[in-house]
Antibody, heavy 119, light 111 residues
Framework: QEHLLESGGGLVKPGGSLRLSCGVS????????MDWIRQAPGKGLEWISY????????YYADSVKGRFTISRDNAKNSLYLQMDSLRVDDTAVYYC????????????WGQGTLVTVSS | QSALTQPASVSGSPGQSITISCAGT?????????VSWFQQYPGKAPKLIIF???KRPSGVSDRFSGSKSGNTASLTISGLQTEDEADYYC???????????FGGGTKLTVL
C-alpha cells in the first residue's frame, strides 16, 4: 500500500521561507513522476510544480515560478519543496502527489501539510 | 477564476444520475485525451476516480464514468448514493508550458 507523508508546514511571516518534505513508502519513488499541488482554505486545487523521475525536467506554475524549488532524492524516497519569498496568498494545504503516467494521472496523494503565511 | 470551468454545484436524489461538465479550450481539454477527475471529502485528500478521460482506477465503482466532446469533458455518476456527496474536480494536461489545469470544483449534494 503506497503512502505519502508531508511534513514541514507551519506558520511563517510574509517574505519568509519554508521547506516541505514528503516521504513515501510502499513503492519506489524513482519509478514515478511527482508533483506538489496546493489548496487554499475553502478553495479549489492548484497544481504548482512537477518533477520527472530523474529530476531532469521540472515545471512550475507561474504563481510560484522563481520563488519555489522542487527537488527529489530517489535514494531516500523523498520529495521536497523549498518555498522562498512567501506571500499571504501562498497560504494553503500542500499535497505531495504521485503521478502514474505523464500528464495528470495523479493516483496517490499525501494527507497534506498546512502552510500559513501571516504577519 | 479557474482555468477549467465547472458548475459550482449540482444535486440529485438517491438512485438518479447526474453529470458534471468541465469546459476547457482547444489548448487543453480539446487537444489531449488526458482529463482526470478527483473526488474530495471535506478535510481529506483528493482521490483519483477517472483518468485519461474514460478510465477508472482499480477499486473505483463503475457508477462513475467519464467522457469528452470537443473542449468539454464530463463526469457522470449513476445510481447516486449518499456517500457520493463530495466535491469533484476535473483536471487536464495543457502542454509543457502550463502542465496541468484544474477546474474550480463542483459540490455534489445528494438530496
Amino acid at each position: 500500500q503506497e503512502h505519502l507523508l508531508e511534513s514541514g508546514g507551519g506558520l511563517v511571516k510574509p517574505g519568509g521561507s519554508l521547506r516541505l518534505s514528503c516521504g513515501v513508502s510502499g513503492f519506489s519513488m524513482r519509478g514515478y513522476f511527482m508533483d506538489w499541488i496546493r489548496q487554499a482554505p475553502g478553495k479549489g486545487l492548484e497544481w504548482i510544480s512537477y518533477i520527472s523521475k530523474t529530476g531532469s525536467t521540472i515545471y512550475y506554475a507561474d504563481s510560484v515560478k522563481g520563488r519555489f524549488t522542487i527537488s527529489r532524492d530517489n535514494a531516500k524516497n523523498s520529495l521536497y519543496l523549498q518555498m522562498d519569498s512567501l506571500r499571504v496568498d501562498d497560504t494553503a494545504v500542500y499535497y505531495c502527489v504521485r503521478e502514474n503516467e505523464f500528464g495528470g494521472n495523479m493516483d496517490s496523494w499525501g494527507q497534506g501539510t498546512l502552510v500559513t503565511v501571516s504577519s | 477564476q479557474s482555468a477549467l470551468t465547472q458548475p459550482a454545484s449540482v444535486s440529485g436524489s438517491p438512485g438518479q444520475s447526474i453529470t458534471i461538465s468541465c469546459a476547457g479550450t482547444t489548448s487543453d481539454v480539446g487537444r489531449y485525451d488526458l482529463v482526470s477527475w478527483f473526488q474530495q471529502y471535506p478535510g481529506k485528500a483528493p482521490k483519483l476516480i477517472i483518468f485519461e478521460v474514460i478510465k477508472r482506477p482499480s477499486g473505483v465503482s463503475d457508477r462513475f464514468s467519464g467522457s469528452k466532446s470537443g473542449n468539454t469533458a464530463s463526469l457522470t455518476i449513476s445510481g447516486l448514493q449518499t456517500e457520493d456527496e463530495a466535491d469533484y474536480y476535473c483536471c487536464s494536461y495543457a502542454g509543457t508550458s502550463r502542465y496541468v489545469l484544474f477546474g474550480g470544483g463542483t459540490k455534489l449534494t445528494v438530496l
